[in-house]
């Protein structure tokens, strides 16, 4: 590892030589698809343990919730032989690292929530707190309880998102609660409800407003319209656009209701997502907020009151969507039925529940959303064993020798996936895919382990390598090298001490080791937008991540560091006026 010296000179000569860059947009069709499906939790789990009588009858897990840093999840599961539920936690990519958190209690199905900084879990009018390992009930965040909460995840400026009954006709309504990154209420902010439907319960059932799920920027919250006074169930999707817009205007005079608040579900900032006969829910975001996720019974057969006996002959799937309720996906697994679809606060992992032998043998699942550019009609092809092709208008010598199925682009393309990450291909790109492929498409997903320890650069931390991006083909060869920028989320690189050395790492296909990019395709670090730009020129494994960081606390060393800083500044100054003489 470099020293603390090596690193500060080295990022002195970096910062020197990089350039924001920014590409064009054009118009793409990206597909999706879901990849292979893994079990988060190990069959141990599941068979239960004698200590709790779990073992007579076994365990099914009830609702989940994945850290914002996507390293760990926390879960309810439900024994089988008495139906009390108990608090769990698991590592994901260790099914067998599962533990008990909190003692059995009654059935309680609520949303798993974590604060920004993971800190802390929303439990319905609960709150557990990581640290101290203890349970808070009865919670309010600026005098509201809340349930099925879900919270944006910004630098500052955090919101709690509630659907919850309000006024004196109970009206159930949608409330955004201004928190601080560890959860609690922020005292510089007030409450806003940003919706005004005034929609009644019907007599005997549930809250017709229901699990509003916020978009990580803030920008729009989706929500259930559900109504249990039908059985079985009805349940629409909706999402509420505009949302910075409604929270910052002003209130209604004397209320907590915002003046843009809109007052029935055909305003224009509300949009329809899924309006059947059927029970739809569970809707969230995708990293970016570009796509809804939700579940459906296709069987429309859900009835809440009769929550396990409906769940038998339902045809519960997996969906997805784009914000504008658009390009409606229906992924239909082979077994049994999947619901309760919801993504990581990161990447284009997924996880779901799965019935695996009846109503009441339910697993959860993690898979990952693979977006795919096919880009057939979009090349030209190129001829196999040729090491040349004119690219600008040049001959231009390859670095490999053409296969059966490279390729040479006529138009730019660019392939974005759910997490921001970009592949950007100019005209003229030749793409040089392996022998013998026979769909000319371009993809990329999000693996659903993390990098291996056994993967790390030697003395690396664990955590050195919090995020990757997998593209494909594998081994698919460009020239020239193209571009490729990944998003991370604060969440995902907290474990990092210092931003500034956040690097692009590939993954060596012979050592099955990540190494650093080179400098000199690195092009941007961005850290106040959360981006890191690098060229790559084949396809395989890439990470983001840093090293870890040791400060020196002597006064000399840090005014010795300052100098040699100064002096690089100066010296690479020198040669750049030299270079224009």
Not at 24 to 45: C, K, N, P, R, V
Not at 79 to 104: H, K, M
Not at 170 to 184: A, C, F, K, Q, R
Not at 438 to 449: G, V
């Amino acid at each position: 590892m470099c020293t603390i010296i090596q690193r500060i000179l080295l990022w002195g000569v970096i910062a020197s030589t990089m350039a924001l860059t920014t590409g064009t947009t054009h118009a793409q069709t990206i597909t999706y698809s879901l990849g292979t499906a893994s079990e988060l939790l190990d069959a141990a789990f599941y068979a239960g343990e004698a200590v709790d009588g779990s073992d007579a009858a076994g365990r099914l897990v009830l609702n989940f919730g994945v850290s914002n840093s996507g390293s760990f999840a926390i879960f309810w599961a439900l024994n089988r032989a008495n139906f009390q539920q108990g608090l769990f936690r698991v590592t994901i990519g260790d099914p067998s690292s599962w533990e008990r958190l909190t003692a059995d209690q009654g059935f309680d199905y609520d949303q798993i929530t974590f604060a920004p900084d993971d800190s802390k879990v929303f439990l319905g009018s609960r709150v557990y707190d990581i640290a101290s390992e203890t349970i808070q009930t009865g919670v309010t965040i600026h005098g509201y309880g809340f349930s099925e909460a879900t919270v944006t995840h910004k630098p500052t400026g955090n919101w709690l998102a509630t659907a919850r009954n309000v006024g004196v006709d109970e009206n159930s309504e949608i409330l955004m609660l201004p928190i601080l990154n560890d959860g609690t209420e922020d005292p510089s902010r007030v409450p806003v409800q940003v919706t005004k439907f005034g929609i009644i319960n019907p007599p005997g059932s549930e809250s017709p407003l229901t699990l509003a799920w916020v978009a990580n920027d803030g920008s729009a919250v989706a929500f259930i319209r559900w109504d249990t006074s039908f059985n079985p169930d009805d349940g629409d999707v909706y999402v509420l656009d505009n949302l910075g817009e409604i929270l910052s205007a002003p209130k209604l005079p004397a209320t907590d209701i915002s003046s843009l608040a809109p007052e029935s579900l055909s305003d224009p900032n509300v949009t329809p997502i899924r309006i059947t006969g059927n029970l739809a829910s569970t809707p969230s975001f995708s990293q970016d907020g570009d796509l809804v996720f939700y579940a459906e019974d296709y069987n429309n057969n859900f009835d809440f009151e009769n929550f396990f006996a409906s769940l038998s002959g339902g045809d519960w799937d997996m969906n997805l969507c784009n914000r504008d309720g658009s390009g409606h996906v229906r992924f239909t697994q082979p077994n049994n039925s999947q619901s309760t679809l919801k993504p990581f606060t990161t990447g284009s992992r997924l996880y779901y529940l799965q019935e695996v032998t009846d109503v009441t043998d339910i697993h959860v699942y993690a898979t990952t959303l693979i977006a795919e550019n096919n880009i057939e009609t979009q090349t030209a092809p190129l001829d196999e064993g040729e090491t040349t092709a004119t690219i600008d208008g040049e001959v231009v010598e390859l670095p490999f020798t053409l296969t059966d199925s490279a390729v040479q682009l006529s138009t730019p393309v660019e392939v974005e996936d759910s997490s921001g990450t970009i592949v950007e291909l100019p005209a003229d790109q030749v793409i040089n895919f392996p022998e013998g492929t026979t769909t000319k498409a371009i993809s990329i997903l999000t693996p659903i382990d993390p990098v291996a320890p056994n993967q790390l650069p030697p003395d690396a931390p664990e955590t050195a390598i919090p995020i990757i991006r997998t593209f494909g083909p594998p081994n698919t060869q460009f020239a020239p090298p193209i571009t490729i920028t990944i998003s991370y989320t604060d969440a995902e690189v907290a474990s990092i001490p210092d931003e500034q050395f956040i690097r692009p790492y590939l993954l060596d296909p012979e050592t099955n080791i990540f190494v650093q990019i080179p400098q000199e395709d690195i092009v941007d670090v961005d850290t106040l937008n959360n981006t890191v730009t690098f060229k790559v020129s084949h396809f395989s494994t890439y990470g983001i991540g840093g090293l870890e960081v040791e400060v020196p606390n002597s006064p000399w060393m840090l005014a010795s560091i300052a100098l040699l800083i100064s002096l690089t500044g100066i010296v690479f100054l020198k040669q750049q006026n030299r270079s224009r003489n």
